[in-house]
């Protein structure tokens, strides 16, 4: 009998110029966020699977819409995560509105490899499908994130070369 695999927390998908679509399988439905390019949130993705790779015990990732923007907070120590996902009325990034001013619109837990894994996947797929150059060529101020998404590769396959030994 095979495993199951998890629902995926995060989808994200690069759309057209400067644009992606965000999903978040939030419970009792899933939430959907047009992201612009105004934030290098596939850095944010990126960076945050590499800390939590790496056990961070909090990492973050920003999402810029127009108007707004949401914020996916992870915590923890262990390999159980709390994740939180803040919603802003404008860039609280950017300092225009109080960074404790927000509304959370999704909570919950996942496991620390469920999420590092997920995002890994979400590179992975970006890297295959779009590539650097065309990547750079959409989202014009930023780059894809290619160091953070070979060292997460690395991590993810030495890890699991280490389980398999074990």
């Known amino acids: ?8 927390l995060i989808s994200y998908q690069v759309d057209e110029a400067g644009w992606a679509d965000l ?12 992201v612009s390019f105004l934030h290098d949130s596939l850095g944010d993705l990126a ?3 590499l800390a939590l790779q790496n056990g961070a015990t909090k990492a973050k990732a920003v999402f810029m ?14 390999n ?13 990034s950017w300092g225009l509105v109080a960074m404790d001013d927000h509304m959370v619109v999704a909570r919950g ?8 894994r997920n995002i890994h996947e979400i590179l992975q797929r970006i890297d295959v499908e ?10 014009i101020a930023h780059d894809f994130p290619q160091q953070d998404y070979e ?9 699991c070369n280490v389980s398999t030994e074990k």
């Open 80 to 92: 159980v995560l709390q994740y939180e996902l803040r919603e802003y009325s404008d860039w609280a």
């Open 151 to 159: 060292s997460l590769s690395i991590a993810l396959h030495q890890r």
């Open 47 to 49: 960076h945050m699977g």
């Open 23 to 34: 999903r978040v399988s939030a419970q009792p439905q899933p939430l959907d966020f047009s």
């Open 65 to 78: 819409c127009e108007p707004g923007e949401v914020m996916l907070v992870v915590t923890g120590a262990k």
């Open 109 to 116: 837990e996942i496991q620390r490899h469920e999420l590092v």
């Open 130 to 139: 779009v590539g650097a150059k065309q990547y750079r060529e959409m989202w």
């Open 1 to 8: 009998m095979m495993e199951e695999q998890p629902q995926a």
